[in-house]
């Protein structure tokens, strides 16, 4: 009998009727002969419902408090998909976070599991129990209940399943499966069957927001087979996130395209090419909290380089005023400029590892569609461009046919 | 330091802005001095709307899930008055009952408190922090979630109270205390300084729903002092529910009025006199999960006797036809009549132990009036009369006044 952990998120669990239909779907798995941990997220709009009436109270809301009080909206739906299940006679009980134990540091609103206790869980299985359980909490060493942070549904699915080697941890999503590139771009875009872990973490970091990266993170180093489904449409196999070594030699060398409208180009110009520059213009906006994505310096001349990252574009304004002010006169730079009006588009596969050729044949791509590449920055299976954002959806386009995503491989 | 037990209903916390005001009073009376263990309902309304969601998926919702479920409403409230309270600068810790932990039975939906462990929260009011405790909830042996059913939170107050040998247990509610009678009845109705547990319980259980029997009950048994308080009013000391060596020699004989409209009465006519009737007739009634107040049986003539109880009004009608259909020829009864147009009303007080002619006094102001007694019952410090219903109020006034409890005694 294999065991499988399934994690159903708050739209899945949204209203009664998609409770109820949930419970058929879980009882249909079990009537295959598997034995199924369950875990739900709080139904959709609950976490922000309880996070807006903490905020009433306080403006920045006690971290202990505010997790006791937003680790109660999977406390709900544990227990009403619970209900579901034995109402349609299913075997069924639900567990909190702290009653499985989940045992997290105790870092409120964003702990990270340290280590489950699998033997409460083992018995209800073995008796014959659907064992439904609160994702996104814990408890800390004390007892204090904690919360995993957004998407700590995914982790606590994934954590569950590695503790009890788990034949697979099934995500069940609004959509079926990862796509080759977002379907609302190119409508010839593919569900793929598998993708590896790495290429995964590429394309989830980029904007492809099916799975939480850390989740991602976690099931790989913990060897646990993710896949990703959908909880409203029936059957299907989704898309099984496989380890490079499982991996399909016939597989194509690129998975995907991934994209994001949401960077925007900043260049420090003219800064004396010397030790500890880069931390004198990163080190002040990392200070403000501002994310950077890509970062670029190329070789200097005359002893002066420029300087290019991109951050995300509603940090746009601020992060330019701030190098201004406080970094263009004091590492010497000529200028700041910036545009936010750039996207950026990548090509993720592990296949390019092992084949040369892949970055010209990009760029060729797109200099025939008469895109100007702006920054270019490459990791061992991905290599993202940025361009003017007006040229986004042409470049995911092009750059879809011509590496044959819409075929089968 | 002493230490004090606060609680606080649903309708006390029943806004953020009640919430903070409750916080604002529980910091005056740690000002005073005092170490503040608070135990809260959940928001009036929040586990009503619990019941409903779970009765949307079961019609009998499963017992177990429905406390994992309805347990979250005081979850939320211990979150956010933890919050308002660190909010105006007092440190305040939250704690469901399975934090504490409350040890209870595993009867869900009507736990019984078992044992309560006080190590920890005695260790944060030695460190100065306001002990914010979830009411009507517990865990069982096993760690699952049970509840204590309707007014729950006033039994975890009170037990609170006993384990860490509270000064007082002070419930908080929308009254000012416990009155004579009801102000709404007669206007000269005075709130008590001080009653008795033994009174308490009778006026309680009569109708005057400031606390729920049980905890008071529970609070005897453990000798803790309980105060009712109003939540919205400022000043005033409440009523004191004291034990009777406490108590004051010059307190008055009578300490109050009870009433109930709910009494209908129902009389079995010529039953053999003969032993085992009262079983052969209640046994039917009590299995058909029909609640009997008041039962008399007289002495009998020529072998036969009637026998009389009462039911809420609104069990009336199944009680009498079940009598007819299945007890009456059953027993060999000449008849059975009924009347749910009836009131008992009654008069409360430990004075009456030790003084004789209360009855009847009660007898002859009633009769003064005009008011004729239908049946009568009494306990060792409560006198019941049922009347018909239209002289209640009448039946009140008079003895309101002429037990000279519009005066200070």
Sequence with gaps: MTLIVQKYGGTSVGSVERIRNVARRIAQSQSLGHQIVVVVSAMSGETNRL?????EIQKYPDPRELDVMISTGEQITIALLSMAL????????????????????????????LKIDENRLRKDLEDGYIVVVAGFQGVDES???????????DTTGVALAAVLRAEECQIYTDVDGVYTTD?????????LKTITFEEMLEMASLGSKVLQIRSVEFAGKYKVKLRVLS?????????LITFEEDRNMEQA????????????????????????IAYQILGPVADANIDVDMIIQNIGHDGLTDFSFTVHRHEFVRTMSMLKDKVQSHVGARDVIGDDKTAKVSIVGVGMRSHVGIASKMFRVLAEEGINIQMISTSEIKISVVVDEKYMELAVRALHKSFDLDQIP
């Design 51 to 55: 996070i807006a009436l903490a905020h």
């Design 86 to 113: 034995i109402e349609i006679g299913v075997k069924a009980k639900s567990y909190t976070g702290g009653q499985v134990k989940i045992l997290t540091d105790d870092a409120y609103t964003k702990a990270r599991i």
């Design 143 to 153: 007892g204090n209940i904690t919360t995993l942070g957004r998407g700590g549904s």
């Design 183 to 191: 379907p609302r771009i190119v409508p010839e875009a593919r569900r």
């Design 231 to 239: 909880s409203f449409q029936e059957g299907g196999d989704g898309t």
């Design 253 to 276: 060398i690129i998975s995907g395209i991934a994209f994001s409208r949401d960077e925007a180009k900043i260049t420090v110009l003219g800064v004396p090419d010397r030790p500890g």
